[in-house]
């Protein structure tokens, strides 16, 4: 395992740093130097020295890419998790997820959960809706032991990401007995007006790392550029590079690709819809 040669930091408790660092978790502190820049955040990859009987981090290497919300950096995927019912499924929710994560550069994974009630209709529907458009898709209820996840976090840095009791902590708990992270009822959940995990961490399952992350309550969309998100969102890429137009929003414009493909049926109705709703929201979370 070439990656985990690396040092990584896992968590930070105030000013101490939890880095896995030759096969085991240490704490460390930071050099006062590296306090002055960029604050390390979790899965931030560091140079660590043992000095007078202490790890001090002396360095915190370039990160390829960092997500806000969890904060976390070098991110490989995210496994956007929306529950089948309890809460409701979604698929406006989990499709702002992909705009999000997407535009960050950072591959997708849709994870269904609670898929024990729904009917097998149901979820055969939710799953096509995904699989045929080209995403990764785990279908998982709380009779499995989520072991279908462990070719998927293998070697790499995940997190987790989806709202409040979609069953997110629980599939922690469930690949590794050892972990017991707190879950809770969503009606609790909801009465307390609290989310049940409120701390950012990184787990080690598969010889890779996940972070388990508070659900989220909403969506910022206000600094995403529309043209950004045009070309990015997963659906799209294969084919933009063929509108007309450079700049093409694939809204109103003259030849293209985008809405051709969309006649044809093959892109989805479903996302195209929900792009065009981020595109308004833009707009008004702007003015
Ligand atoms: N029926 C059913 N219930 C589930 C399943 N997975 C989780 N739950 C229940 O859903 C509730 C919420 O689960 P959590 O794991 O705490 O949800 P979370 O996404 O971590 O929530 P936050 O930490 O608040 O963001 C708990 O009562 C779980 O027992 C499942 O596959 N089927
Ligand atoms: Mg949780
Ligand atoms: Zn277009």
Known sequence: MTMFNKSVITRIVSNRYHVYHNNKI????????????????????????????????????????????????????????????????????????????????????????????????????????????????????????????????????????????VGKSSILNRMNQDFSLQTQEISKALGRGKHTTRHNQLYNVENGWIADTPGFSSLNFSKVDPLELAQKVPDFAPFVSECRYRDCLHVSEPSCKIKEELEKEKISKVRYQNYCDVLDLIKEERR
């Open 26 to 165: 240490v704490e460390a502190v930071a050099m006062g130097k590296l306090r002055l820049g960029q604050k390390p955040i979790v899965g931030d990859e560091v140079k660590i020295e043992f000095l007078e009987e202490k790890y001090v981090i002396q360095e915190v290497l370039p990160r390829r890419n960092s997500l806000i919300r969890p904060l976390v950096a070098n991110v490989d995927q995210a496994l956007i998790v929306m529950s089948a019912l309890e809460p409701d499924f979604s698929y406006t929710l989990v499709d702002r997820l992909i705009f999000l994560v997407a535009l960050e550069g950072i591959e997708p994974v849709i994870v269904l959960t609670k898929t024990d009630l729904i009917s097998e209709e149901k979820k055969n529907e939710i799953e096509l809706e995904y699989t045929q458009a080209g995403y990764r898709f785990i279908a998982l209820n709380k009779f499995d032991d989520a072991s279908e996840l462990s070719d998927v976090l293998a070697g790499k840095i995940s997190v987790l990401a989806g709202q409040s009791g």
